[in-house]
């Protein structure tokens, strides 16, 4: 036995065959039904298996006892907790954080397999001596999720039973919502706790100091801020000596070690507000190592003065030998005047973009207070009319603050956007690109993202020519003045990939594509934007036909995604919607109604019953019907598409003749063939204005016309219709 707790027991055992070694096996009790476990296990294996990394521990396998207990074969490390290796070793703060960016890079890795631990804390995280340096592992990975269950030595329990973690390591999001809706930011809050505790000593929050449902409660209510670390450190008192004695060092150069960027990195890993935190364990890791090698790091505001200390600390002999030559080069101190004088102009207008912000927000705020002396009560006025008002408004009482005034268009044109009304989001992005051009010249950054919001609104209303000249100004001054090697610049890139998809350039598509991934591979943040980018290039391997490359990229496009959001976030259905599509391409039709449907329940809680995107997934569904012979299905949920398309778009967009194209198809193999005509000839003069011959949206539209022609006994119109639009090979 080597060990137990609530969980069962751990044993190390001799496994005999086919490879002989010694492993950790840990014997599951508490009730659980060993067929639920197995079969849980069972579906976790494939993620496990992908895992390869030498700071995770391998799980070998899964069986059960003969009194029928469920158990799992682990590698056995033989290795402390990080806690006590590190006190025991006296380890430095230096070598502390990097046994932390250790774990980051295997807890990075987990994640980039899709495996999530839910459990990580020092007694899961075992430090061993291998080739005279310390290796943590990381253990327990996929058993948590495997066993649906968070079994622990000090776990919590809800009223209905579930536990949800351990308690003093688990995230505010694992204590509000008994672990269902975590991603792997839930892990980055896990390993801060595990940082401070390496730092300082002491847990950032003790349950115990207060009791467990205190505790648990203020951390699901976001209530859970623990002091800075070097404040908790100062708070120990007596203790504060010999803290700094396991860290070879004394109190007073621990105090400064954790004061300032210490404060601020292990603060933000452990921010209540997800969204807030670190996107990924690999921006913690470049935050810190910003830290060792003495460079500003991201976490905290980068003021001039701490600017100015950081290059101070990387070049103190550089700058000593400067300071000296000064004295004889007056000349360079006129240099360094003026590149301070810009860095103050930096500040300022950092502090200025702050205190717009602000103002935004209060303008914002009071938009949406509502007159009661109006007559109208609170329940009666829409989001169209509040950001119809708030449009008006900035006109007049913000005409002699032209930048606050773009701000505050921007943002209007923004809501209307994610409404779906894109005429009126084009109209205030103009109006703020004007001001913004007028007042900051026309290579400001705050220019470029105006021309980029008016090209993807352009683009989604079906005004492509106008997105195009949009996109490329933007793409310009981004180029110009970030480089064409910024994450800024990758987001244009994607947007004209978008547009090129649209116009059915998809080999262009691809091109701008892969130039966006390129750039966003390099970024330790942009989880987000290559969830994004491959995203894109999957739909436009799928508009080829190639099929094997199309899905693993969509798929981890949806992963990256569900990692990042939860498995119910909005942000999510697009993502459904098209891999859905992509199923249905295959014919694999019930596999893809699954996902449309899922698609649209998310749309149906969260967005306007006219949004154009739900008219996108009724179009999507209502095709399924079809080819699943449920005509009448079809014909309903169809029409209701089309009547929101009519609705809300130009009434040339070629989405239109996707839906009219899709009803006609219904109309003929339901034997109505005079409204299948009808729907097939609205189809065809929107798609031969928007394609040339040869295209393959306006073949679909000649092929299938021409074979309802057919089956009225019109095949000499069918086959002039033929000769006029299809391309002879």
């Known amino acids: 036995m080597l060990g137990e707790g609530g969980m069962g027991v751990v044993y190390e055992a001799a496994e005999t065959g086919p490879v002989r070694r010694n492993v950790a096996l840990k014997v599951v009790r508490g009730g659980l039904r060993s067929d639920e476990v197995k079969a849980r296990f069972d579906a976790e294996r494939q993620a496990l298996a992908l895992m390869d990394h030498p700071g995770i521990a391998t799980v070998f396998a899964a069986g059960e006892t003969p009194a029928g207990e469920p158990y799992f074969a682990m590698e056995l490390v033989r290795g402390l907790p990080i806690d006590e290796f590190c006190d025991a070793r006296k380890l ?6 990097e046994l932390i960016i250790a774990v980051c890079h295997a807890v990075q890795h987990a994640h980039q397999k899709g495996v999530i631990h839910r459990d990580l804390k020092p007694s899961n995280v075992l430090v061993m001596e291998q080739d005279g340096k310390p ?32 308690a003093a390591y688990m995230s505010p999001e694992q204590a509000e919502s008994s672990g269902m809706d975590v991603d792997t930011r839930s892990d980055i809050y896990s390993i801060g706790v595990m940082m401070y505790l390496l730092l300082v000593g002491r847990l950032p929050i003790d349950p115990s100091e207060n009791g467990m449902h205190a505790f648990i409660f203020r951390l699901a209510s976001g209530d859970s801020i623990p002091p800075l670390p070097s404040a908790r450190f100062d708070s120990l008192g007596e203790y504060r000596e010999p803290v700094a004695e396991a860290r070879r060092t004394s109190a007073e150069h621990l105090h400064r070690e954790l004061k300032g960027d210490l404060d601020w990195i292990v603060m933000k890993a452990l921010e209540p507000d997800r969204s807030r935190r670190y996107e990924t364990a690999s921006g913690l890791v470049a935050d810190i190592e910003r830290f060792i090698n003495h460079q500003t790091v991201t976490a905290r505001p980068p003021t001039l003065s ?144 105006a021309e980029s919001a008016i090209a993807r609104a352009k683009m989604l209303f079906g005004d492509f020519d106008a997105a195009d000249e949009h996109f490329s100004r933007a793409l310009a001054i981004r180029q110009a003045t970030a480089g064409p090697a910024d994450t800024s610049t990758a987001e244009v890139l994607a947007g004209i990939g978008a547009l090129r998809f649209r116009q059915q350039r998809t080999d262009e598509a691809e091109a701008f594509y892969k130039r966006a991934i ?70 694999r039709y019930d596999d893809a109604l699954v996902l449309y449907e899922r698609t649209r329940r998310i749309y149906e809680q969260t967005l306007d019953p006219m949004h154009p995107n739900m008219a996108s997934i009724l179009n999507n569904i209502g095709e399924t019907y079809w080819k699943l012979k449920r005509f009448d299905e079809a014909d309903t949920i169809l029409r209701r598409a089309l009547t929101i398309k009519e609705a809300r778009l130009e009434h040339s967009d070629p989405s239109i003749a996707v839906t009219l194209n899709a009803l006609a198809g ?56 033929s000769d006029r639009y299809l391309v002879k090979h």
Do not use: C
């Open 92 to 97: 430095s703060t230096r070598a502390r954080l």
């Open 135 to 166: 290796q943590p592992k990381v253990i327990d990975f996929g058993i948590a999720k495997a066993l649906g269950l968070h079994l622990t030595d000090k776990t919590f329990v809800t009223v209905a039973g579930a536990p949800v973690g351990t």
């Open 306 to 449: 701490y600017r100015l200390g950081k290059f101070i600390r990387r070049n103190r002999v550089a700058v000593g030998f400067a300071t000296a030559a000064a004295i004889t080069l007056m000349l360079s101190t006129a240099f360094a005047v003026a590149g301070m004088l810009r860095a103050t102009r930096a500040e300022k207008k950092a502090a200025t973009e702050a205190a717009t912000a602000q103002q935004v927000s209060n303008f914002m705020v009071d938009v949406f207070k509502v007159d009661r002396n109006e007559g109208t009560r609170p329940d009666q006025i829409t989001a169209v009319e509040l950001l119809s008002r708030g449009a008006k408004r900035s006109e007049l009482i913000l005409a002699q603050q032209p930048v606050l005034q773009a701000k505050m268009m921007y943002t209007i044109g923004s809501a209307y956007t994610e409404l779906g009304l894109y005429e009126a989001a084009s109209t205030q992005f103009d109006r703020a690109l004007k001001l913004r051009t007028r007042a900051l010249g026309p290579n400001d950054p705050s220019v470029a993202e």
């Open 518 to 587: 390129a750039i966003d591979e390099k970024s330790p943040d942009s989880l987000s934007s290559l969830a994004r980018d491959f995203g894109g290039l999957g739909i436009v391997y799928w508009a080829k036909g190639d099929f094997d490359k199309a899905e693993p990229v969509m798929r981890r496009s949806f992963s990256m995604r569900e990692r990042l959001l939860g498995p119910d976030h909005p942000d999510l259905a697009p993502l459904m919607n098209n891999l859905g599509g992509l199923l249905w391409s295959q014919n």
């Open 666 to 721: 219904v109309l003929r193999d339901g034997k109505h063939y005079k409204d299948a005509e009808a729907a097939y000839q609205r189809a065809l003069d929107i798609r031969q204005r928007a394609f040339k011959p040869g295209n393959p949206s306006l073949t679909e539209t000649v092929t299938d016309y021409v074979a309802l022609l057919n089956a009225m006994n019109r095949t000499s119109e069918g086959k002039a219709l």
